[in-house]
């Protein structure tokens, strides 16, 4: 099975801040990967897929970059409307897999 | 307005079973992989099966097989999961989500307990 490494697996950040979020794979995935923001009692929404494409709809401060093992997801300018838990997610191949997680919390 | 409705979950005890149901409307169902992804209590999400288009394919994490079968019905446009020997470390929300190239969808999940 693909490991997920994902880190940090929490932050504290200001509204502004740039906030950058990593996911390393334990072997190879391409470019086979997704970023998903989840929100409290939500389900989870996709943010980025395809490593580094955005989702239509998606505002333009959230960027995914990475190929291979180590992936990033990054957020410009932090809004109010962030704070959430990320999540990489993997599939390349059986089992999918996601990383851990990274909550992002109000400084 | 696309919609993904799971329903079927609730209180089960250990070794028992379940069938859950997703219901999908606005978009075009027998497009879609459809996929079953948990989420336990305060834990991260664990994908737990999916489904090719025709049903052709299906794939699940280890700790589920032989316990949990993944099927559709194109016809009614709905996803099921027939979950049978049920343990405490199943009990979560279960998502189901389709998946079409640049898009994907999910429903808002349903709820299993397993405890006695």
């Known amino acids: 099975d693909i490991q997920m490494t994902q880190s940090p697996s929490s932050l504290s950040a200001s509204v502004g801040d740039r906030v950058t979020i990593t996911c390393r794979a334990s072997?190879?995935?391409?470019?086979?990967l997704g970023w998903y923001q989840q929100k409290p009692g939500k389900a989870p929404k996709r943010l980025i897929y395809a490593a580094s494409s955005l989702q239509s709809g998606v505002p333009l401060r959230f960027s995914g970059s990475g190929s291979g093992t180590e992936f990033t997801l990054t957020i410009s300018s932090l809004q109010p409307e962030d704070f959430a838990t990320y999540y990489c997610l993997q599939h390349n191949s059986y089992p999918l897999t996601f990383g851990g997680g990274t909550k992002v919390e109000i400084k | 307005e696309v919609q993904l409705v799971e329903s079927g979950g609730g209180l089960v005890q250990p070794g028992g079973s379940l069938r859950l149901s997703c219901a999908v409307s606005?978009?075009?169902?027998?497009?879609?992989?459809m996929s079953w992804v948990r989420q336990a209590p305060g834990k991260g999400l664990e994908w737990v099966a999916n489904?090719?288009?025709?049903?052709?394919?299906?794939n699940y994490v280890d700790s589920v097989k032989g316990r949990f079968t993944i099927s559709r019905d194109n016809a009614k446009n709905s996803l099921y999961l027939q979950m049978n020997s049920l343990r405490a470390e199943d009990t979560a929300v279960y998502y189901c989500?389709?998946?079409?190239?640049?898009?994907?969808?999910w429903g808002q999940g349903t709820t299993v307990t397993v405890s006695s």
């Open positions: 072997q190879g995935i391409r470019n086979d």
């Open positions: 989500a389709g998946t079409r190239s640049v898009v994907d969808v």
């Open positions: 489904m090719k288009q025709d049903g052709s394919a299906k």
């Open positions: 606005g978009l075009t169902f027998s497009d879609y992989w």
